[in-house]
T-cell receptor, first 111, second 112 residues
Framework: QQQVKQSPQSLIVQKGGISIINCAYENTAFDYFPWYQQFPGKGPALLIAIRPDVSEKKEGRFTISFNKSAKQFSLHIMDSQPGDSATYFCAASFGNEKLTFGTGTRLTIIP | DAGITQSPRHKVTETGTPVTLRCHQTENHRYMYWYRQDPGHGLRLIHYSYGVKDTDKGEVSDGYSVSRSKTEDFLLTLESATSSQTSVYFC???????????FGQGTRLTVV
């Protein structure tokens, strides 16, 4: 049973464009929604996170949009750069419990 | 980098042999996790710990056991390794407050 569904599996975006990755969750008890970035050979690292009391959070070129009623959240990368090429994971948890991850999106930014 | 170290970083082992992976943290975080990463499956939780000697199963716990005798160390044991356990294993730590989890660099395990 997959509690966090992520799409697309892979994404190719031109440099300067907007990258959008979507996630949907099932458990309405989730109260923490992070996005992790992973480069080859490295462990995932926190990129940005949101809690359900706000609908949007922005940090630099990265924005999380959150739709509580639809149980969906998405990552937007503005002005995408080749250095953003990585695998991105959404995740969700409630309280101090375990993080449940999506299946990942491999993002490639082409010149 | 968060103070989390996994060892070994790479290991090749034969089917049927026991294998232990170690996760060591210097952050004194309460929560520790073992995930495996496989193409198409993302990160799946194997076992986790919420304190010394307090552990629980994740979604893919069959064939794995864990132990946590000290706050800083969380061991993952494959009792009898199988080829289906070939994967990259990540340890993660998390403090109280339900916030950021920090991941180790991973252990690439190959079972032949």
């Amino acid at each position: 049973q997959q509690q966090v569904k992520q799409s697309p599996q892979s994404l190719i975006v031109q440099k300067g464009g907007i990258s959008i990755i979507n996630c949907a969750y099932e458990n309405t008890a989730f109260d923490y929604f992070p996005w992790y970035q992973q480069f080859p050979g490295k462990g995932p690292a926190l990129l940005i996170a949101i809690r359900p009391d706000v609908s949007e959070k922005k940090e630099g070129r990265f924005t999380i949009s959150f739709n509580k009623s639809a149980k969906q959240f998405s990552l937007h990368i503005m002005d995408s750069q080749p250095g953003d090429s990585a695998t991105y994971f959404c995740a969700a948890s409630f309280g101090n419990e375990k993080l449940t991850f999506g299946t990942g999106t491999r993002l490639t930014i082409i010149p | 980098d968060a103070g989390i170290t996994q060892s070994p970083r790479h290991k090749v082992t034969e089917t049927g042999t026991p294998v232990t992976l170690r996760c060591h943290q210097t952050e004194n975080h309460r929560y520790m996790y073992w995930y495996r990463q496989d193409p198409g499956h993302g990160l799946r939780l194997i076992h986790y710990s919420y304190g010394v000697k307090d552990t629980d199963k994740g979604e893919v716990s069959d064939g794995y056991s864990v132990s946590r005798s000290k706050t800083e160390d969380f061991l993952l044991t494959l009792e009898s390794a199988t080829s289906s356990q070939t994967s990259v294993y990540f340890c993660a730590i998390r403090g109280t407050g339900g916030t950021e989890a920090f991941f180790g660099q991973g252990t690439r395990l190959t079972v032949v």
